[in-house]
């Protein structure tokens, strides 16, 4: 089955600054990649996603970029603020096999003042 | 539209006994996903139910349960419970099969402490 690793675990920023978020994925045949925020006391929401058959998509001061050949991803968010601090969650799936998604283990970045 | 709840939100137990937790999701969603959140393990996927019908299955012990009714509300259960059950149990659902690429919507999950 698929197996996503997401590193780091722990990721703090200043305000401002951007933040890398990257995680990995082995099964090849994986073609939908979303990506999760998760704030306290809350359930983890959608915040974008991508698809195999693009490299990169943005919106506003997110961007995803995807390497199917290396078989990894990340999630870029440029000019942090502090609402940002939250735990991020990456994952894959094969949208054709009727198979689960399979998230990382997350990210808690925190954006310091 | 209505999001994804859960019941209860919080749940206090005991070693050895049973429990049951509720999800009903967004209106229309056909799919109900869910996982156990645990500090440094992410989200470990249980089990996923779509038309009643469970369609995949996490690597968790029998005494993890599910099933879903007719009008996509589902429940899980877990029998003989042990202290490692602690965590968040988080479902979501969405309108075909969570790994179609269809938009996962979270509920806000139950807090389940194992004393």
């Known amino acids: 089955g698929e197996n996503v690793e997401q590193h780091p675990s722990t990721l703090s920023v200043q305000e401002g600054d951007s933040a890398v978020i990257k995680c990995t994925y082995s099964?090849?045949?994986?073609?939908?990649f979303p990506w999760y925020k998760q704030e306290l006391g809350k359930g983890p929401q959608l915040i974008i996603d991508i698809r195999s058959n693009v490299g990169e998509k943005k919106d506003q001061r997110i961007a995803v970029t995807l390497n199917k050949t290396a078989k990894h991803f990340s999630l870029h968010i440029t000019e942090t603020q502090p609402e940002d601090s939250a735990v991020y969650f990456c994952?894959?799936?094969?949208?054709?096999?009727?198979?689960?998604?399979?998230f990382g283990t997350g990210t808690q970045l925190k954006v310091e003042l | 539209k209505a999001g994804v709840t859960q019941t209860p939100r919080y749940l206090i137990k005991t070693r050895g006994q049973q429990v049951t937790l509720s999800c009903s999701p967004i209106?229309?969603?056909?799919?109900v996903s869910w996982y156990q959140q645990t500090p440094g393990q992410g989200l470990q996927f249980l089990f996923e139910y779509f038309s009643e019908t469970q369609r995949n299955k996490g690597n968790f012990p029998g005494r993890f349960s599910g099933r879903q009714f007719s009008n996509s509300r589902s429940e899980m259960n877990v029998s003989t419970l042990e202290l490692g059950d602690s965590a968040l149990y988080l479902c979501?659902?969405?309108?075909?099969?969570?790994?179609?690429?269809?938009?996962?919507?979270f509920g806000p999950g139950t807090r389940l402490t194992v004393l």
């Open positions: 099964d090849s045949a994986s073609n939908y």
């Open positions: 994952a894959a799936a094969f949208t054709g096999g009727g198979n689960k998604l399979t």
């Open positions: 979501a659902s969405s309108l075909g099969l969570a790994g179609s690429g269809d938009e996962q919507f």
């Open positions: 209106s229309g969603h056909r799919s």
